[in-house]
């Protein structure tokens, strides 16, 4: 083995993951696109549709994106009727989102979306299942290990 072999793309794991996802949430677009929603706002309003109010903060956490990512997101959600953010008047430095009548409504308009999904990946559910268990575990153990 060279030493070299490491610095191999087809070696990364990094690269697995990253073509992967976007080769999934390419799938997603055209069943999207009927309820102009992007992938991370259809993510956000999975969200959305379990605690129907949430804080920025916690949301945020939830979809493991920063306030800079998901401050447009919610401003377009919000442009669009289906969640609206106001300050906590226990403390108005917590932002609460909270979905919007507009926002149920749709909940039951884009549920055959996952079914689509799973439906392009007929005979594979049971890899998919194991593969997402794994993605989890990976996930909740945290990858901020410092190994220098």
């Known amino acids: 083995m060279d030493k070299y072999d490491v610095l191999k ?3 990364q794991l990094c690269f697995s993951l990253y073509a992967l996802s976007r ?3 390419k799938m997603y677009k055209p069943l ?3 309820f102009d929603l992007t992938y991370t706002q259809y993510v956000t309003m999975m969200v959305m549709w379990e605690q129907e109010q949430i804080t ?3 949301l945020g956490n939830r979809l493991y994106l920063d306030s800079g990512t998901l401050t447009p997101v919610l401003k377009k959600l919000e442009s669009k009727g289906i969640v609206r953010k106001y300050r906590s008047k226990e403390d108005d430095r917590v932002v609460i989102v909270e979905i919007t009548d507009s926002g149920r409504e749709l909940k039951d308009k884009i549920i055959e ?3 689509n999904i799973l439906c392009r990946f007929s005979g594979e559910e ?3 299942l194991s593969l997402k ?3 989890d575990e990976l996930l909740r153990k945290g990858l901020n290990k410092d190994c220098t």
Do not use: G, T
Request: charged share 35%.
């Open 9 to 11: 793309l087809e070696n």
């Open 23 to 25: 080769e999934v949430i």
């Open 32 to 34: 999207l696109d009927p």
């Open 56 to 58: 920025f903060k916690e």
């Open 113 to 115: 979306v996952p079914e």
């Open 126 to 128: 049971e890899n998919l």
């Open 133 to 135: 268990m794994q993605l």
